[in-house]
């Protein structure tokens, strides 16, 4: 099985999940057998800068993968992923080495659109000129997904706490 992890960084199982597959720099590659991990590799993204509809679905069905983890995707996405016959799996925080531990112990599953794909609604492409260009937007955007992930783990750290 070939999992497929975006990450923000090339440094492996080491390195720090992104939270937009689609506008991360990087995608950990990793190789297993079973539960064990056989290889790992690292490869840019061709369309960090900017991207269409579909294309990086399709650049990581090209990778041979079965399975992608990220932080968070769009509805348009899940939907290309799942006709190619991959499992999407979003809400992948952390390291990579983090997120596939959960995937594989089965605390990581399913795949929800993020809030700007329900913001822009599945069908209808956002205006020309503004699909996925705009780096103040994506840092935003990286910003609300972090928040998120924030308060999901302080919520999870309080409830241990209290038992």
């Known amino acids: 099985m070939r999992i497929a992890i975006s990450a923000d960084t090339e440094q492996g199982l080491d390195s720090v999940v992104s939270p937009h597959f689609g506008r991360c720099p990087y995608f950990i590659l990793v190789d297993l057998d079973g539960r064990d991990v056989r290889a790992v590799s690292s490869i840019s993204n061709p369309y960090y800068a900017q991207h269409q509809p579909g294309q990086v679905p399709n650049f990581i069905h090209s990778q041979g993968v079965n399975v992608m983890l990220t932080g968070g995707m769009g509805g348009r996405a899940i939907s290309s992923f799942q006709q190619y016959g991959i499992?999407?799996?979003?809400?992948?925080?952390?390291?990579?080495?983090?997120?596939?531990?959960?995937y594989l112990g089965g605390a990581l599953q399913g795949?929800?659109?993020?809030?700007?794909?329900?913001?822009h609604g599945h069908a209808d492409l956002p205006p020309e000129g503004e699909y996925e260009q705009d780096e103040v937007?994506?840092?935003?955007?990286?910003?609300?997904?972090?928040?998120?992930?924030?308060?999901?783990v302080m919520a999870r750290l309080q409830k241990l706490e209290q038992e």
């Open 87 to 102: 499992q999407p799996v979003t809400g992948a925080y952390g390291t990579v080495r983090h997120s596939l531990e959960q």
């Open 111 to 119: 795949a929800a659109p993020c809030r700007e794909s329900v913001d």
């Open 137 to 152: 937007g994506r840092l935003q955007e990286e910003a609300e997904l972090l928040q998120q992930q924030m308060d999901e």
